[in-house]
Every structure is written in C-alpha cells, then in structure tokens.
C-alpha cells in the first residue's frame, strides 16, 4: 500500500521554525511532484508549496515566499521537506503531503495523501 507520511510538526513560538519531513513507504517519489498543502479551521484547503519529479522546479504560495523552502531530501528520493522559518500565526494549520503528476496547487491532481500534521504558531 503506498503511503506519505509526515513528521515534524508541532508548537513553535512566532519567529520560529519548523521542518516539516513528507516520507513515503512503499514506494520512491521518483515520478511524483510533491505538493504541501495546509488547512486551517474554518478555511479552505489551500496549497503552499511543490517540488516537481527532478526538484529543479519549486512554487510557492505568495504568503509564505521568502520563508518557506521545499526540497527533495536523499538519494534514495523517498523523503521531502519544507522548512519553514519567520513562523507566523498565521501559519497555524493542520498541513498535508500530496503526490501527483505534476507540481500544482489544486488538490484534485494530487493521487496519494499523507494524514497531516498540525502545526501551531502560538506564543
């Protein structure tokens, strides 16, 4: 069974930092682009963040550019991350890893989804 898996979230201060990991089992993300997407309550699924198959192509949502950085992490392709600094409350959500075919923002392209990970922005 294919599965993402994500790790790393929690209670961060304002300012601080977090690196969220998106790990796959049962297979590699050699032909995926990895989407990040967050939720927050009360508001619409929304996308943060993509890395294409190669990583040679990243995109991020407005409100999180110059802080947030995505990238494939190991040889072995199985684990992405997105390291996010300059946390904001804002920020605070339950985030999700998506794989798909392409790098996108809509959820309906994604194929395989990870529970998600809550992440908090609180003092």
């Known amino acids: 069974q294919l599965q993402l898996v994500e790790s790393g979230g929690g209670l961060v201060q304002p300012g601080g930092s977090l690196r969220l990991s998106c790990a796959a089992a049962g297979f590699t993300l050699d032909y995926y682009a990895i989407t990040w997407f967050r939720q927050a309550p009360g508001k619409e699924r929304e996308g943060v963040s993509c890395v294409d198959k190669s990583g040679g192509m990243t995109n991020y949502a407005d409100s999180v550019k110059g802080r947030f950085t995505i990238s494939r992490d190991n040889a072995e392709n199985t684990t992405v991350s997105l390291q996010m600094n300059s946390l904001k409350p804002e920020d605070t959500a339950v985030y999700y890893c998506?794989?798909?075919?392409?790098?996108?923002?809509?959820?309906?392209?994604?194929?395989?989804w990870g529970q998600g990970i809550q992440v908090t922005v609180s003092s």
């Open positions: 998506a794989a798909g075919k392409v790098c996108t923002f809509l959820s309906s392209d994604s194929i395989h």
